[in-house]
């Protein structure tokens, strides 16, 4: 894969482009392709994962004196989960880059947010790796924390979960329940898929790398199959 044209897009030159193709490459790639010569992201998106958490509070501290960790943890939630993170990447045409298996290449819906998702963490954990701190900070705040005035502005940091809750409530008397579908991943990476449901009727899915960010999907994807945006 020749990644000049996705450098050139980004205006940035990677010295060892090595970690470029490390970071587009999904485990279902190396599953199919056994005699590769390199490894598979999920490294990377460790390292990214937590490169982009650090730089995302820092950002936010210094921006919002005057918040409580609350609502900067909202407003970093916002920022940093999949969603966020797919749309990203997809208008950074990281698409085009991805090496996935057959299968995988075949499915562009909710399984292709995640995989993208997790691949913009991966570049992160790469450009940290080759560029450092300021590298992966400069980065970060052209196309990520660029977006926070807007999420504030919008108010699409608020829980959705808090919301979906207040709604189903106020038009069906009823609390909702959240239950978990599936559990993926090894320990150190799991994967959750949880159904939201108003009594006997399941409303909606959601996905996360965690319960609580699997819920709060499913109660965005309720909102909007209730249309109670």
């Given at each position: ?12 030159s990677?010295?060892d ?77 990281m ?121 709060q ?13």
């Open positions: 894969m020749d990644f000049a044209k996705f450098e050139k897009q980004l205006g940035i990677f010295k482009k090595s970690l470029l193709q490390t970071a587009f490459t999904h485990r279902s790639y190396i599953n199919e392709n056994r005699r590769a010569s390199f490894e598979h992201n999920e490294r990377l998106e460790f390292l990214g994962d937590a490169v982009l958490e650090l730089i995302a509070t820092g950002f936010l501290y210094n921006k919002y004196p005057d918040k409580n960790e609350g609502d900067m943890t909202s407003y970093r939630s916002a920022l940093v989960n999949a969603v966020t993170l797919s749309e990203i990447a997809s208008k950074l045409n698409n085009e880059f991805l090496l996935l298996s057959r299968g995988e290449t075949k499915d562009v819906g909710r399984a292709r947010q995640y995989i993208l998702a997790n691949t913009m963490e991966a570049f992160i954990g790469a450009l940290f790796l080759d560029q450092g701190y300021a590298g992966a900070e400069a980065f970060i705040k052209k196309h990520i924390l660029s977006l926070i005035d807007d999420i504030v502005a919008k108010k699409s940091w608020l829980d959705a979960k808090s919301f979906f809750q207040e709604k189903a409530q106020e038009e069906e008397g009823i609390t909702p329940s959240y239950t978990v579908l599936k559990e993926d991943g090894p320990d150190h990476d799991k994967h959750f898929t949880v159904a939201v449901e108003i009594g006997r009727e399941r409303v909606a899915t959601g996905e996360g790398k965690s319960k609580q960010e699997a819920e999907d499913a109660a965005r994807e309720g909102l909007k199959a209730k249309e109670w945006q």
